[in-house]
């Protein structure tokens, strides 16, 4: 069987304890009570050279507190994530020390690398289905409509033809992207207008395939095939980080749909040309798993979002597994409600619901259901939006309609998949929680048997088994 390249997914920090030399108040005092550090911080600080500078993000009980402690340690402080209580700053290890024993500090994260991680099987997963059978509240076909999902990957170029509407209007509401200074420890999040290509950088072409996974418009392609994307009738919010990232550029992302999910074109933009944000699709992150951190600013942010009906989907990761050691990706381990972690499922590009999970999905670790993905979803050999000039576009091989459209695989293929399903349930259920959606979704999921054995309804390489929008749908309130 022919394997199309596959991409990386999989992204966290995990927390360990570190103890440098701290101040004390007077030669017999105890050492003051010290913040936690991310594992990647703790492994970064051991080679920092005397004088070096690197960027930190700072947690505090609140804004306030966090600033304080960059203050008081000397800190260069460079942006903050209002909401959760976080303030990004840059310094030497003796100033984050410092920074650790300050009041109110409750976590020091450093600055993680990440990277970026396809004929799509709607009839698999019953998408087909459901958008033929089944109709939404507003009464039309469950496509997704009234929804955006925003999309955190390399960019998007709104212009392409599989996210263009019959009338010529791009798919994409609101292009944006994600701007840092060369260090990393500054960035802002800028739009720009819909004619504006953002995904064109050193791996360019990732967020375009991804996008058109999610909301791909019905298109019969030149070989007569017929494709659409999960949800072609909902709408996409674009943030590009670019092609090289760190967590801080991906957080900031994140924290931007947490402001702006209600409103993403603005305030005075109607629902009806901008419909809220109501999930995230995120297919980043280093390789290799690794160790949930409770206390990083991603899950804060996805935990915020949650609790503001916002739906959180993850890539598991690409780096296989037999169950030994958790390989998945660390903030979609999440046990909050309303954040999925997607594992990929091949049909064998037969269409079957009884095919297998991809030899390159993540496995969690069999011994901690915890590390578990929720649920599988088509990521191997999908055929979406591309240009061919473009270079992950390039490695698929499989050219349809000038290069426009290619055919690659991994668990970033898988996730949009599931981003567009959720999409369809609100759709379907505007009044629906996030933890009532991923409820719907996993208890509903097709079990097939391929793989290790399911475990109180889970397994650990498949999740739940391969997700089913007809049946999730019809257990929706």
Not at 1 to 24: G, I, N, Q
Not at 169 to 197: G, I
Not at 377 to 389: L, V
């Amino acid at each position: 069987m022919r394997r199309a390249p596959r991409l990386a997914a999989a992204a966290a920090l995990a927390v360990v304890a570190l103890a440098p030399v701290l101040p004390t108040t007077g030669a017999d005092a105890l050492p003051l009570p010290r913040a936690d550090i991310s594992d990647f911080l703790a492994r970064q600080l051991r080679t920092l050279a005397l004088g070096e500078r690197t960027t930190v993000l700072v947690h505090g009980t609140d804004l306030a507190a966090a600033n304080r402690a960059v203050r008081t340690a000397g800190l260069t402080r460079t942006m903050s994530f209002d909401r959760i209580g976080v303030v990004v700053a840059r310094g030497t290890a003796a100033q984050i020390a410092l920074a650790r024993v300050q009041p109110g500090v409750t976590y020091v994260e450093g600055n993680q690398p990440i990277e970026l991680t396809q004929y799509t099987s709607h009839t698999a997963t019953r998408g087909t289905e459901a958008m033929e059978t089944l109709t939404g509240a507003d009464g039309t076909a469950l496509t997704g409509t009234g929804v955006s999902v925003a999309v955190i990957d390399s960019g998007v170029d709104p212009t392409h033809p599989y996210l263009t509407d019959a009338d010529g209007t791009s798919a994409v509401v609101s292009n944006n992207k994600t701007v840092c200074d060369p260090l990393e420890a500054f960035c802002q999040v800028v739009n720009l207008p819909n004619t504006v290509d953002t995904d064109t950088l050193s791996v360019g072409g990732h967020g375009t395939h991804v996008a058109g996974i999610v909301a791909g418009r019905p298109t019969t392609l030149s070989d007569g095939r017929t494709l659409h994307g999960a949800a072609p009738g909902a709408n996409l919010v674009s943030l590009s980080t670019g092609a090289a990232l760190f967590i801080i550029g991906a957080d900031a992302a994140l924290n931007w749909v947490l402001e702006n999910h209600a409103a993403p074109c603005g305030e005075g933009v109607p629902a009806s040309e901008c419909p809220p944000i109501k999930v995230t699709n995120n297919s980043y992150g280093p390789s290799g798993g690794g160790a949930y951190d409770p206390e990083s600013a991603t899950v804060k942010l996805q935990r915020a979002l949650a609790a503001e009906g916002v739906v959180t989907v993850w890539a598991a990761g690409n780096d296989g597994g037999d169950g030994s050691t958790s390989l998945t990706n660390p903030p979609g381990q999440d046990p909050t409600g309303g954040i999925l972690s997607v594992a990929s499922y091949n049909d064998l590009e037969t269409g079957t619901r009884d095919g297998e999970v991809s030899e390159f999905s993540s496995r969690g670790q069999e011994s901690d259901p915890a590390t578990w993905p929720d649920v599988s979803a088509p990521g191997d050999t999908i055929t979406s939006s591309c240009r061919i000039y473009l270079p992950i576009c390039v490695t698929g091989l499989d050219f349809v309609d000038g290069g426009n459209f290619n055919t690659i695989s991994g668990t970033s293929m898988a996730a949009p998949h599931v981003a567009g399903i959720v999409a369809q349930l609100f759709q379907k259920s505007p009044g629906a929680t996030p933890a009532q959606v991923e409820a719907a979704i996993t208890s509903t999921a097709h079990r097939y048997s391929f793989g290790a054995p399911y475990v109180g309804g889970s397994s650990y390489d498949k999740g739940h088994g391969l997700v089913d929008v007809v049946a999730a749908a019809n257990v929706l309130p």
